[in-house]
């Protein structure tokens, strides 16, 4: 129900823009949230965006440099990722939180996952 795309490999410095598509769910009326998972650490919280995408949420890693967004008309939501650090290489999640909720930060108060994207950042 949510394809996560756009990962890849991008020197430190760089910039890449996630997409999260959903379907087979009223995407409209979810807050969505995205994760990062490195090899060997635990998953980790990156941003989320309310339904109506009235209120954002980062990590205090990536504040500043991430920004997140949707467009509710393509069922779709974005991390735009800048300034890309090596440490920052992991596999991206996007996951759906509930019906008309905030933008929250821990995972087990997400309902839906997608199955990861790859985002390898070169130093």
């Known amino acids: 129900q949510l394809q996560a795309s756009g990962g890849g490999l991008v020197q430190a410095g760089g910039y890449l823009r996630l997409s999260c598509a959903a379907s087979?769910?009223?995407?409209?009326?979810?807050?969505m949230g995205w994760f990062r998972q490195a090899p060997g650490k635990e998953r980790e919280f990156v941003a989320a965006?309310?339904?109506?995408?009235?209120?954002?949420y980062y990590a205090g890693s990536v504040k500043g440099r991430f920004t997140i967004s949707r467009d509710n008309a393509k069922n779709t939501a974005y991390p735009q990722m800048n300034s890309l650090k090596p440490e920052e290489t992991a596999v991206y999640y996007c996951?759906?939180?509930?019906?008309?909720?905030?933008?929250?930060?821990?995972?087990?108060?997400?309902?839906?996952w997608g199955q990861g994207t790859q985002v390898t950042v070169s130093s």
């Open positions: 965006i309310s339904w109506s995408g009235g209120s954002t």
């Open positions: 087979g769910l009223a995407f409209s009326t979810y807050s």
């Open positions: 996951a759906a939180d509930r019906p008309f909720g905030t933008a929250r930060s821990r995972a087990y108060e997400y309902d839906y």
